[in-house]
Structures are given as structure tokens and as C-alpha cells.
């Protein structure tokens, strides 16, 4: 019979042993000291505190001690592991720390650095401004007529019974070309596409003419705030039967409400174009006063009214030079200045802004492609 074997009393464990135990910790602390990053101490913690390590092994060993001896092993154990556990930490808290640091260097992004984007392009507030023009009279059902720029000296003035004495056919405004017996000139007007529609399709009662035709126009004029040599208008042209003034009135107020805004109208001041009989001078409500206490209006300087543009019944002299029945059909023309037009849109005090390209100016009013 055997008995317990009360003589059993290890008091010495091999993994318990002070030198074992100094072992253990000082090889967790020179790995964690050693580890470069998150990564690798992942790694140390497994190896040195994990259930296999060495201080895990030596820990689950006290009980196996007599009472006496488990309090200093277990001490000696406690203080190693703390020394361990304490020491990952610390360096858990730097490696995280260098490692926001790198990753804030590596994905920072310079805000400043100029961007190598293409900018989209956008269209000329004269291209858009025209149309808009345009627009507003074929959602009337009228049509767009364009001509050459360099045009025929017959076409730009004869034919629009402007007589050879006319002033306008003097040097001081009108762009000649070489040789001058080709007759031909950079088009002072767009009134000649008046002339031209005429004669290329001819008026039926079935086919009236309806025509608004924006365009580029030349004239020797100096440059500054309010003169261009070159600059542009829209003409407007009807030959139907009947064509009345009134019909010319409720299409300019019209095309002028829809410009400037609703109660935007004209007033027809008589005057004098070769090509009109009768003619008149076609001025807007102040669009800035409304013609209300005009007075300190620096706009229309008082007047309540600014001048737009000419209009008037096409003359029959003009309608038979085109081939046009003068005694079956009637009409009515405007032309006014696009430019003009935009300048009092937009509130230009400068006519050259329209002209010098600066995309300063030109963004302000969108990029519409
Ligand atoms: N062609 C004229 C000009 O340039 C403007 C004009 C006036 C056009 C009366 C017209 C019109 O069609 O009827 O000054």
C-alpha cells in the first residue's frame, strides 16, 4: 500500500526558477523593444503573454508549489508579467502613434497645388445674348436670316433706296474693300439681309416673310465706352398683306418685355430711314426707373425713356427694288443695336468689355455650351 507521498515538497519549479523567470521577461522586453510596428508587436504579445509563453506556462506552475513557496513565486511572476504587460503598452502607444503621424504625411493632400483641369469652355454672352433674341421671335413663328459680312454696295444701300448722295455712303462710314469696282463693303447695316430674303424667296400669300436677322456690322467709327468699328444688330422683317404700324408696335412691346421684363414697352418717336415711310425712333421704359420719378435716373438721364433702335412700314420703293407686289403686300423692319441691347441687360458701362475676350468678363455670365 501506498501512501500519499506527503514527502513530496518541490519547492523548486524549473519555470519558476528566478533566473528562468528574469529569462522569460527580459526576452518579451527586448522583442517589444525591438518590434517596428503595430504588426510586429501583435506577434511579441502572442510569443511573450500569450497561453503558450513562457510567463503563462510559469504562471499556471504555482499551483503545483507547496503554500510556503507560492507567494514569492507568484511575486516574482506578477512583477514579470506587469514589467512585460506595462512595457507593451508603452510601446503599443508609440508604434501608434508614429504610425498616424506616417499615415498624415503620406495621404495629405495639397490643397493649394494648381489643378491641371482644363476649365470647360464657355459660349460669348454676344453668342447667347443673340440667340436669346432670336429665341424670343421663333417662339413667334418667325424665322433666322443671315448674310455675308462683306456685302454688295447695291445691297447694303441701293437696293434699300439709299441714293448715291447719301451720307452714309461717304467714306466717314463705310468700310470700302479693294478693288472699288467690285463694288463690294463691309456691311454698315444688317438691313441688307432684309433685301436679300426678299429676293431669294419671293412673297406668296401662302409664304409671308418672318424674319429676325442677327449679325456683325462695320463702320469707321472710333473706339471707346459707346463706339465699336465693328459692333451688331438684329433686324426684323414681316411682309405679309395687311401689315399694319400696330402689328410693328405689339411685336417691339413684345420683344422688349420679353428682354427686360414684364412692362417694359416702347414709344415710337417719328424720324427719317430711306428704307421706311413712315419711319420712327423706338425707345424702351427706363428699365431701371420705370419712368417713375425719372428725375435722378442716371439711366435715362430723366428722360424716363433710352433709345433702342429705328423701325418703320417698309417702304414700297424698297418692297419693288426686291421684287416684292408693293401693291398686295405691306411690312414692317426694325433694327437694333445687340450690343446696345446687352449693355442695358446686364448694366455694361462699356461697350469694349463685350469685345476684349477677358474671361474675367465673360465667366460672370456662365459657361452655357
Ligand atoms: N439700319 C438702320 C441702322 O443701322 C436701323 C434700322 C432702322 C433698321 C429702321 C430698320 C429700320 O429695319 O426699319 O441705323
Known sequence: MSGPNTDYDPVEVTPLKAEEVDAA???ALAAIAAAQDLEELKQVRIDHVGDRSALALANREIG???????????????????????ALAERQAVLEAEHEARILVEEAVDVTLPTDRCPTGGRH??????????DIFVAMGWEVAE???IEAEWLNFDALNLGPDHPARTMQDTFWTEPAENHLVLRT????????TMLTRG???DAPIYVVCPGRVFRTDEYDATHSPMFHQVEGLAIDEGITMAHLKGTLDHFASQMFGEGITTRFRPSYF???EPSAEVDLVCFVCRGIDSEDCRTCRGEGWIEWGGCGIVNPRVLRACGVDADRFSGFAFGMGIDRTLMFRHGLE??????EGDVRFTTAFGSEI
Request: aromatic share 4%.
Open 25 to 27: 521577461r527580459d526576452a
Open 64 to 86: 503545483a508549489l507547496p503554500p510556503a513557496a507560492r507567494k514569492e513565486a507568484g511575486q516574482r511572476i506578477g512583477q514579470a508579467r506587469a514589467a512585460v504587460n506595462k
Open 125 to 134: 454672352p454676344l453668342t447667347t445674348g443673340a440667340e436669346l433674341i432670336a
Open 147 to 149: 448674310g455675308p459680312v
Open 189 to 196: 447695316h444688317t438691313s441688307p439681309v432684309q433685301a436679300r
Open 203 to 205: 412673297v406668296t400669300e
Open 274 to 276: 430711306p428704307f421706311t
Open 350 to 355: 462699356d461697350l469694349r468689355t463685350l469685345f
